[in-house]
């Protein structure tokens, strides 16, 4: 067998796989058609188990080759992790079932450098357990990881002595060092621990065990008393009471002859049972608890005065001037039309009273027939559910038969989908290789982006790194202007103005002066103002008090007006409680005689139905003689209903289709119209875009013409006041100017000599080559 070119098919095989794109099966199946045509079936086999082990054990063997990669980071290479997994797994999993010599073959038309380093790891087994079993616990059972992985590499550890030392001596010309080390006695590789004995100690003698508990008595309840059930519970009562006063008495008889401690103050004259008496009065009277009222409600109290603040003040005066208008305009009303309202809203209160009565009426009937109602629609509830059940059994028997419909209409669906996801799936597996070949393309064109745009990146850090240059020479060249020092100090007068040419300009001196005029002017204001907030309180206490004398007196005439109400309203509640009553009793005789001549109306019509009853069961006896002509109408009567319900059925069925295909072919029209308005509203918005855009820009740019003509026309201003002000100070004072002029000229002198100086120096330290 070619194992070389297998192990190469499974590295291709297992690198080319893409989890996102396709399963493990249609993966492997698809390369196998593509690039293993020449292999055999049981070749074919071994590339599918491989692959799938590798798969299903990936985590598991990513462990073990990571470890590797760490602990012998100068012997391996990170590139041929995929065949260290291969081998891995075929060691740790599947050794069992490989044959020795095969496996030998396997391994050494591989390179032995890279298999000596494997396999040496693999089965050096203290490695293995101090750096791998840790990690491999965390995922896997400890005792599966224990017995069968680590017990496997045991096992098979004597079987691979031959091919440890083979590979070590064609890798690196020495023999394996595991090997040699197991072929060594115990004696020379390991020496032998000492082995911890117990001291010789005395036994401590063990505690007796305790007794078992005593078995708890049983008790024994006495007999049932025979007169326990023939005594009622009063003759019981009237024994207690007089074995009580049989025992009293004996008690009494024992003590008679005792004589009692005699005190001297109880020859002393007392009142003592007339305050007992009275404390238990007292006590009697207040264990009354079924009284209805403890104590009775006061009947004179004391109105207490309540003081009221300012809001409240003024709240209950705009109440009272609410109802004084209202008086006067009745007042007003009855002089100008001469007639007051009162008969109207005695005959308002009589039509109202009229009303109530005959609302109670009203609702008194109404619940009389809501009874009637009630007694006729639980006799309607009966007979509906008679109907509901014949009808629910019809529905049954029609709903298995949908049933059945659906069912098939179902299957057909579903083959119908099967063929479509055929047709999918061989349209996807086209679409595959078109991906592979775009990906392709886009890296190509990623890679001479990067390279473009690292050019691009060395020639701005280059145009950078110039500017940095400059600008660091003119900083220095500013700085070395900003140290010449320049003198403008000037004395200070506080009697005289700046000169600026100001409105109100005014000296430090003046400024003060007006200061304490303006002081003084609002202290006076202050003071007139204390008193006018003195007055105004004083007249908003004395309004005040007249308000609150003007409140009391109208809540007294209010409080005998509501007394007065109260009892009136008390009186016609009573009145309205009699009638209801009277109104009530009437209205339940009624219904009681409505009820009675509802029954007897029932009794003779059920009287009626039974007879109606016998009737027909003699009429059926004198039927039964043309029983056969009748059954042979009904036969009839059968096929005609069954060949109609074959026909409805049919048109049902032809009905549903139609429905079916109208409502595709709506569904096809609807998407086709929701993407021609998703393709419109895309270029809509494309154009106004683009249009906003160009607005956008024009504003722009007109807008920035605005602010630089601005800017030009404020900088003109600005150096128009700046000459005309120098011309101004320049008349006021030309002496100073001249000093000003003159200090000019000489720091411009002193900055032009330090700048040749600097020339001067820089040139004499270049070289001479340079300079030349």
């Known amino acids: ?50 692959f799938s082990g590798v798969q299903r054990y990936e985590e598991f063997l990513k462990i073990l080759t990571k470890t590797m990669f760490t602990l ?55 490695k293995i357990i101090t750096h791998i079993k840790p990690l491999w616990n965390e995922i896997y059972d400890p005792q599966y990881i224990q017995e069968t992985v680590i017990g496997g590499l045991e096992q098979h550890f004597p079987m691979m002595k031959d091919l440890l030392s083979s590979l070590s001596s064609r890798a690196t010309g020495k023999q394996s060092e595991l090997v040699q080390e197991d ?15 117990p001291f010789k100690l005395s036994e401590t003698k063990k505690k007796p065990e305790p007794p078992p508990p005593p078995k708890p008595e049983q008790y024994k309840s006495k007999p049932i008393p025979s007169n326990l059930n023939k005594k009622t519970l009063q003759q019981i009562e009237e024994d207690n009471k007089i074995r009580f006063e049989q025992s009293k008495k004996k008690v009494q008889e024992t ?41 009775p409600a006061p009947v004179d109290l004391e109105t207490a005065e309540i003081k009221l603040n300012a809001a409240a003040i003024l709240r209950e005066e705009m109440l009272l001037k ?21 008969e109207f809203e005695e005959w308002k209160r009589q039509q109202e009273e009229q009303e109530q009565i005959a609302r109670m009426e009203h609702q008194q009937q109404k619940k009389i027939e809501m009874e009637l109602a009630r007694e006729a629609a639980m ?82 850090r280059q145009e950078d790194e110039q500017i940095r240059i400059k600008r660091e020479e003119l900083i220095k060249q500013i700085r070395e202007l900003e140290r010449q020092p320049i003198k403008r100090t000037k004395g200070y007068d506080p009697t005289e103005t700046m000169g600026y040419g100001l409105l109100e300009e005014m000296s430090l001196a003046e400024l003060r002066d007006r200061l304490e005029v303006v002081k003084a002017e609002r ?24 308000k609150v004398q003007e409140i009391k007196a109208h809540r007294q005439a209010e409080s005998q007006q509501k007394d007065m109400e109260r009892e009136a309203k008390r009186m016609k509640k009573q009145k309205e409680e009699e009638l209801r009553k009277k109104i009530r009793e009437e209205q339940l005789i009624q219904v009681q005689n409505k009820i009675s001549n509802k029954k007897q109306v029932k009794s003779a019509e059920e009287q009626r139905i039974a007879a109606e009853v016998r009737e027909t069961k003699l009429r059926q006896q004198y039927m039964n003689a043309n029983k056969a002509m009748v059954e042979m109408k009904a036969w009839k009567s059968q096929q005609d209903g069954l060949e109609r319900e074959i026909k409805n059925r049919q048109n049902e069925k032809l009905i549903v289709q139609e429905g079916v295909e109208s409502v ?53 201003i600005q150096k128009e006041w700046k000459l005309e002000h120098t011309k101004n100070m320049i008349t006021r004072d030309e002496y100073k100017q001249k000093i000003s002029e003159i200090s000019l000229q000489n720091s411009k002198k002193k900055q032009q000599q330090t700048i040749k100086q600097e020339q001067s120096r820089q040139l004499q330290q270049l070289p001479s080559a340079q300079y030349s």
Do not use: W
């Open 72 to 126: 012998l980071s100068s012997t391996t290479n990170r590139n041929d992790a995929t065949l260290y997994h291969i081998f891995s797994y075929l060691i740790l999993f599947r050794l069992d079932e490989l044959p020795y010599n095969e496996f030998k073959k396997m391994v050494n038309e591989q390179d032995p450098v890279k298999m000596n380093v494997l396999l040496q790891f693999l089965f050096d087994i203290d």
């Open 523 to 546: 202290k006076a204001e202050e003071e007139e103002k204390r008193k006018e907030i003195v007055n105004q309180k004083d007249e908003y206490l004395s309004s005040m008090q007249r």
């Open 379 to 460: 006799r309607a509830q009966e007979e509906k559910y008679k109907e509901n059940r014949i009808l629910a059994e019809k529905m049954k028997i029609e709903a298995i038969e949908r049933l059945k419909e659906r069912q098939e209409l179902q299957q057909e669906q579903v083959e119908h989908k099967k063929q479509l996801i055929e047709q999918i799936i061989e349209a996807e597996k086209k679409v595959y290789l078109q991906v592979e070949k775009v990906q392709e393309k886009n890296k190509q064109m990623a890679e001479d982006q990067k390279l473009e745009m690292a050019r691009m990146l060395e020639l701005k």
């Open 322 to 342: 609410k109802k004084q208008e209202i008086e006067r305009e009745r007042v007003k009303n009855l002089e100008v039309n001469l007639r007051d309202s009162g």
């Open 183 to 197: 072929e060594r006695p115990e004696s020379a590789t390991k020496k032998q621990p000492t082995k911890t004995m």
């Open 255 to 295: 003590y008679k002859d005792t004589k009692q401690f005699e005190f001297k103050t109880d020859l002393r004259p007392t009142n003592y049972e007339t305050i007992k008496k009275e404390v238990e009065d007292t006590l009697n009277q207040q264990l009354q608890f079924n009284m209805k009222i403890a104590k």
């Open 1 to 50: 067998m070619r194992y070389q070119q297998l192990i190469t098919h499974v590295i291709e095989l297992i690198k080319s796989y893409n989890p996102i794109i396709l399963t493990p099966d249609s993966h492997c199946e698809q390369y196998i058609q593509e690039n293993c045509k020449k292999l055999f079936d049981t070749e074919i086999m071994f590339l599918k188990q491989v």
């Open 664 to 716: 595709n072919l709506r569904e096809r029209k609807i998407l086709a119209e929701q993407a021609k308005r998703l393709v419109k509203a895309k270029v809509d918005f494309n154009q106004a875009y683009d249009h906003e855009l160009k607005t956008a820009y024009q504003m722009n740019d007109q807008l920035y013409r605005e602010e630089t003509d601005n800017r030009t026309q404020m900088h003109n």
